[in-house]
């Protein structure tokens, strides 16, 4: 196995229009060795056969519809490489962003996590994008990971169908992770009809505390145990981003 394998999982239910542009957004990362896992969550469209006629050799999982976290951890379960980055179907990565994740995780090797800021679009009818500003938040798309890190965390709590990113970003602040922020954009979430959490993050949030609350109560988790960092820091800081304000690029 290669020393600079990166594994790209990418879950996707009933996204096919979108994984010629997250495909191209891999691929122009120009990294030498990369394994490109596609986990299809019970899609029904013509994912399939889009990834037949694209031809990249990438690994197609296809699972009984169970959610994200299900796909994503039947993503690591096959993954072979020990960093391992993450890419929603309907997202994109800026060029250089495995470039620049994986060099912070060389240059600081006691960091289990390496994040970039993000933005979100809109694509416009004439090709343009309109662009929130720059912000930090527990988005997967954004980070580049230790494999040992999402083991020692346990993965993705598969009760959760949507926070899990969140939840998983919770468990590694309450593990005293290290986490190296690199100050520049390197994640793009398109916004569009389809989105799944689109006007729920308030019950994402509150399932990511109850879960939180269950960890506490059992003894898993010591709410007032040193950590290195701060929780407002580690998790993100959206003072950037305007949910109504999008700026054309």
Not at 13 to 25: E, R
Not at 36 to 50: A, F, H, K, M, Q
Not at 101 to 110: I, K, N, V, Y
Not at 163 to 170: A, Q
Request: hydrophobic share 40%; glycine share 8%; proline share 4%.
């Amino acid at each position: 196995m290669c020393s600079d394998l990166i594994s790209v999982i990418v879950p996707v239910h009933n996204g096919a229009q979108f994984y010629q542009s997250a495909l191209d957004s891999i691929l122009q990362q120009g990294w030498p060795h990369l394994e490109v896992i596609i986990v299809d969550d019970g899609s029904t469209d013509d994912l399939p056969e889009r990834v037949r006629l694209l031809g990249y050799p990438v690994h197609y999982l296809k699972q009984a519809q169970q959610g994200p976290a299900a796909a994503r951890n039947l993503g690591l379960q096959r993954a072979s490489a020990e960093m391992i980055a993450f890419l929603d179907i309907d997202d994109l990565w800026v060029e250089g962003h495995l470039q620049r994740l994986s060099a912070a995780l060389r240059d600081d090797p006691d960091a289990g996590i390496a994040q970039g800021l993000m933005r979100q679009f809109v694509l416009l009818p004439d090709g343009r994008r309109a662009m929130s500003g720059r912000y930090r938040m527990p988005y997967l798309g954004s980070c580049l990971f230790r494999r040992p890190i999402l083991e020692q965390c346990g993965g993705f709590d598969e009760r959760m169908k949507m926070g899990e990113d969140y939840d998983l970003m919770f468990r590694c602040w309450e593990k005293d992770v290290a986490k190296h922020c690199v100050d520049e954009v390197s994640f793009l979430y398109r916004r569009h009809a389809g989105n799944m959490t689109r006007g729920k993050n308030q019950q994402a949030n509150m399932a990511v505390l109850l879960r939180r609350i269950e960890r506490i109560r059992s003894g898993i988790v010591a709410p007032t145990a040193p950590r290195r960092f701060q929780f407002d820091s580690y998790i993100g800081d959206i003072r950037n981003f305007s949910d109504s304000k999008l700026e054309l690029a």
